[in-house]
Structure formats: C-alpha cells, structure tokens
C-alpha cells in the first residue's frame, strides 16, 4: 500500500497544480484531475445561452478534445449495456430526451431518464451550480437532437431517424459525406458531447474550478459505506470501483480490481474483496488521478510498460535510466585529451547532480514505480522502490561513476557528434544487446532488469554483458557507427562487471596489463590501426582485423596468423612509415606467455584491450599533430 499512500500525498502536496492545464511536447493537454472527475474525448460542444436556450453547436478539433468532465464511481467503470450516466457531459444516447423519438432503442432502462434525474438531484442540492442549472433547463426539454439535425451537426434519413453508420445509399439525401461521420467512428448517438454557456465569465464550463467544486461537495456528501480504510488507517467512505485510463484515455486496465467473484482474485481466502483490502473513495481518487498526472508529465511508456520517478513534495526527479550525458556537466563532455579516474569522475557528476538535490527537501524520499499489463483490464506493479533521497542519489553517482567508458555516438544541438565519458542509458544498452531492431517487448524488459542494477546496486545479469560483447565482437554484421556505439556500451558493461569483482580498467591505455585477453585485444588495435593507415582515408572498406574479429574473439592463435600474414602487403607499402607500428606488435606479443597463446576464447577483456589501445594511438597521432603545427606556427 506504501505507493498508494505515496501517491496521495503527492496530490495533496500539489493541490494548487489541480485542474491547471500543461501541454506535452506534442501539444497534447493534460491536467492533475479533480476528485470526482475523468476525462473523455468529445466531439460535439453544444453552447446553451445562461436562460436554458439553445445557441450553437460545433465539432472539437482533435488537439483540443480531451475534456475534464464529472464522473460517478460507477460512470467511471461502465461498461457494455450497463445503464451509468456521466453527471453533466455525455454520449447522445444519455444526454438527448428526444433519442428515441429519432429511432434510438431502450433495451432495459431508458439512459436519458437516469440522466435527468441525476442532474437535477445535482441542480436542487445546496451545492448546485448556476451553469449546471443552464444545462438542465436546456436538456429537460428534450430537443437535443433536433436542435443538432436543424443545424446540420447530425443528419437523419427519410424517415426522420438519425443515420447510423455512413452509406453510399445515403447520398441521394446527402451528396457529401456528412462531417459527423468524419469526427466519430462509430454511429451518431455514440458522439460524446461536451456543454458549455454563453456568459460574461467567458470561463469554459469544463475548466471551471467552480463547477469541479460544485460537484465534488454534492458527490461528497452522496458517499456512505465507511470502513477502514487500509492506506490512511482511518475510517471514510470505501470504494470498490477504481479507476481505469491510467496510461491513456484508451487504457481500460485496472491496477486494482476484484470483479470475478466466480475466480481466484480473493476466494479461498475471503469471502467478500473488501476483506482483502479496503480503501476509501478519497485515496483511490486521489492516487489514481496523481498517477496519471505523473505519467502524463514526466514517464516514459515503452510498449505499454511504464516506467516512473518522482518526489512527493517535488515531483520533478532525475530518471535513472538516462546517460552521464543528461545531466549537463562540461566536464562530462571530452573535447580535449584527459584521464578521467572512477573518482575523479564521480565529484563530476556529484558536482552535476548538486543542482537536482537541493530542490528535494532534506527530509523527502524517492519514488520508482514501473507498471505494466497483462490483460486489457489488469495491470500490475512491477518494480515499486520508495528510497531516501541521499541513497538515492549516492546509488545514481556509484552507477555513473562505475559503469563508465568513452563514447561517441550522441550529437549536439547542431547534429555534430561529440564524445562523452561515462554511463549509457539503458534504452542505448538495450540496443546494444539486442540490435535496433529489437523490438520494444524487448527493450522494455532489459530496461526494467537494468533498474535494480542503477537504484539498488546489484550486479548487471551476465547475459545482458555476454550479448552486448558478442554483438561488438562481429563489426561486419552492422554499420560502422553502429558498431562503434556497441563496442563503447559493450565496454561500459565490462568495466562495471569487473569493478564489482574487485577488478577494473580506465580509457587510458594500461602498458603495464599483463592479462592475455587484454594483450591480445592490444594486437587486434594495432592491426587494424596499420592496415587503416596504408589504405588512406579514401577506403571505406573495413580491414582485415575488423573482419576477423569474431572468429579472432573464439580462436584467437590460429585467427592472428591469419591477419598477420594479411598485414605484410601493407607493412611492405607503408615500408618505413611501418616500424612503429610493426614494434608495437612484436612488444605486445612478447608479452604473452607461451602457454596462453593459444585458441582458447577470448573474454570480454580484449575489447578493452582492444578500444584503449586504438583510442591511446590516435590521441598520441593528435598531440604530435598539435605539436608540429605549433612548432610551424613558431618558425614563421
């Protein structure tokens, strides 16, 4: 219960924020939900005059059609032909007295009736509302839809009953297809339509603080059935019908729900669901609503599975999934030759993140909640933390500090790639191990594996390592920026695995290794490195080392003859240009020991080998090049 409670005080600490709307990236509007109230997808906004009259009617743009309305707890739950009105805004099918008289059926209960009767209990209460009352006037009179006909918002056949779904045949009445057909997908009396009034306020009905408090004190005072509620520890009004639309408007899953009382939600145990768990109308509303407002703001949802963070007090907290890269230091981006240490690294990020931690209060913690569904009406809490806040940022500093390479595939803000030291998000580690064309059901189960690894410190699962190594270990199976992007993850992993043996390595090139993966991953770089300076800048085509290079990884003594003899083409038409390199070889090799050159596999070590060698090369190639153009520079 601990994320629920969690989640109601996250409403009442943003009260103010209530009903305020905000705008994703994508212009979309969203807004922290009044108790009491959903939102639906209108279609229609019909405008009543302040005297109950009739005064226009237009179609809602789809970017402005997401409407706060009022909702009881069973109109939030309704389903198939079950007979629940929403309070003020509604399907035709509820809101037109005059539906049947256009052909609407009446299976059971007449849905206008349970309309109308709802309203004007809500219209005579003390808490009623002079807008409300407008609305009510208007619909009492039951001209809904003949109104809608008269001004060309809904169409009707010869026989005066409203079309249902578009035909051909119907061009004969109407030779372009009516706009009604265009705004709904279904039939004309499942248009939902939003009221708004014609007054001096000008304020839109359905963004109206007054009319949300209107009908919170009257719904209020209609609740009954106290118990004990299980997340508060105090006695209000219970609810057994929760909310739905968490993810989206469309969402129908549940997160908590125990309908089947033929099944197994609670039977065997109890026998009633509300012995199993209790919670009062107020917490399910206000957890329900706060979720779906974090959601909304800040969450990422990847093939439906939610992955959320924040504070209470301060809802904003950074993700622990993205890269060292996110939280803007310029000591994390390289743009000239440096040795970062795991420590000296970890006071540049503690330095990035000293900004993020002084907006969260001392006293606050930090919430991580993923969630996911099964079944269209079943979700589930899959991973839920709830931690101190300096843990939590400790835990986010060791990770970034731990899980560390040199990379070189992000862009800045003009496209121009730029290199960066330390961790990658773990949507890039996914791809890494995966490919990109991993599909999402993948990349959003690494990612939520990856999650205890960052917030809870344990180790990254070795088969997560193994397929990001094996994929760098076959360049020819990719294009060379993917490749590279690979290699650099596949060596963050590696690091951090063997840091948390007691073991690492740096960017920086360790001549003093004698580790025989690591020296054979040494040899790789030089080959490459030598065959890449005798075919120019000019040849795209990959070298003999890169081609190799898993086949080297799995028999690395016999593989290695093989590129050695492929080399003394190129050692012959560098001729001199050679010696460096063709010395750094034979230094490497006689490195290793006699009984380790041999074709057992090679480990994950040699990519680091192999990546520090190539990086120490070409640093040493730019701090010669700098040198001499400074010496130049001098004689003239």
């Not at 969690?6 to 990236?25: I, S």
């Not at 709830?386 to 986010?396: A, T």
Request: charged share 25%; proline share 3%.
């Amino acid at each position: 219960m601990s994320w629920l409670l969690n989640l109601y005080e996250t409403y009442d600490a943003n009260l103010d924020r209530v009903g305020e709307v905000e705008r994703k990236f994508n212009g979309q509007e969203f807004t922290l939900l009044p108790i009491s109230h959903t939102t639906q997808t209108a279609h229609l906004e019909v405008t009543i005059t302040e005297d109950g009259r009739f005064h226009s009617a237009d179609f809602i743009n789809k970017s402005d059609a997401n409407t706060l309305i009022p909702c009881t707890e069973d109109s939030a739950s309704r389903a198939g032909s079950v007979v629940a009105p929403y309070p003020l805004h509604d399907k035709i099918s509820y809101v037109a007295g005059d539906h049947i008289a256009y052909g609407g059926e009446v299976k059971k209960e007449d849905p206008f009736t349970s309309y109308i009767n709802n309203l004007q209990g809500w219209v005579d209460s003390p808490h009623g509302h002079a807008k409300v009352k407008s609305i009510y006037n208007y619909l009492k009179q039951g001209r809904l839809i003949q109104d809608l006909v008269e001004v060309g918002k809904l169409v009707v056949d010869e026989n005066n009953r409203l079309i249902g779904k578009w035909d051909k045949k119907y061009t004969s009445l109407y030779p372009e297809k009516p706009m009604i057909f265009s705004a709904i997908a279904g039939e004309q009396d499942g248009a939902f339509i939003r009221f708004n009034i014609r007054s001096k306020d000008k304020i839109k009905v359905w963004e109206d603080r007054e009319v949300y408090e209107s009908f919170i004190q009257f719904y209020q005072h209609k609740l009954s059935d106290e118990r004990l509620c299980y997340v508060t520890g105090k006695s209000l009004p219970s609810t057994d019908k929760h909310a739905n639309k968490i993810r989206n408007a469309a969402d129908k899953a549940k997160l908590i729900s125990a309908n089947d009382k033929s099944g197994f939600t609670y039977r065997g145990r109890f026998s009633q669901s509300d012995e199993a768990a209790s919670i009062s109308y107020e917490v399910s509303q206000k957890a329900h609503n706060a979720l779906k407002w974090l959601i909304n703001r800040q969450g990422k949802i990847i093939d439906q599975r939610v992955f959320l963070v924040w504070a209470n007090h301060e809802v904003e907290v950074i993700p622990p999934e993205e890269d060292s890269l996110f939280y803007g230091s310029d000591s994390i981006v390289v743009n000239e030759q440096k040795a970062f240490t795991n420590e000296s690294f970890a006071h540049e990020i503690s330095k990035a993140l000293e900004g993020y931690k002084n907006r969260v209060t001392t006293d606050m913690s930090i919430n991580l909640i993923v969630l996911d569904s099964a079944t269209t009406g079943r979700m589930a809490v899959l991973y839920y933390r709830n931690m101190d806040k300096q843990l939590y940022f400790e835990r986010i500093i060791h990770w970034h500090s731990t899980c560390v390479w040199l990379h070189r595939y992000r862009k800045n803000e003009s496209g121009e790639p730029i290199q960066f030291y330390g961790a990658p998000a773990t949507k890039d580690i996914a791809f890494a191990a995966y490919g990109l064309n991993a599909n999402e059901k993948v990349v959003k189960g690494l990612m939520e594996r990856m999650l205890p690894c960052i917030v809870d410190g344990t180790r990254i699962p070795l088969d997560i390592v193994k397929s990001a190594v094996g994929r760098a270990s076959n360049p020819v199976s990719m294009d060379k920026w993917e490749w590279e992007k690979t290699l650099s993850i596949a060596c963050s992993l590696l690091n951090k695995t063997l840091l948390d043996k007691g073991e690492g390595y740096e960017v920086a090139l360790d001549k003093e290794n004698m580790d025989r993966d690591y020296l054979f991953g040494r040899l790789l770089a030089v080959a490459d490195v030598l065959e890449r300076r005798a075919l120019g800048s000019d040849e795209k085509r990959a070298s003999n080392a890169i081609r190799y290079m898993n086949s080297f990884s799995q028999h690395p003594a016999r593989t290695w003859s093989t590129i050695q003899a492929s080399l003394q083409p190129y050692q012959a038409k560098l001729g001199m240009k050679a010696i460096d390199l063709s010395k750094l070889i034979d230094e490497i090799a006689s490195n290793i020991k006699y009984e380790d050159f041999n074709n057992r596999p090679l480990s994950g070590k040699y990519l680091l080998g192999y990546y520090s060698q190539r990086h120490d090369y070409y640093q040493s190639k730019k701090k010669n090049e700098d040198t001499e153009e400074q010496s130049n520079k001098e004689e003239m």
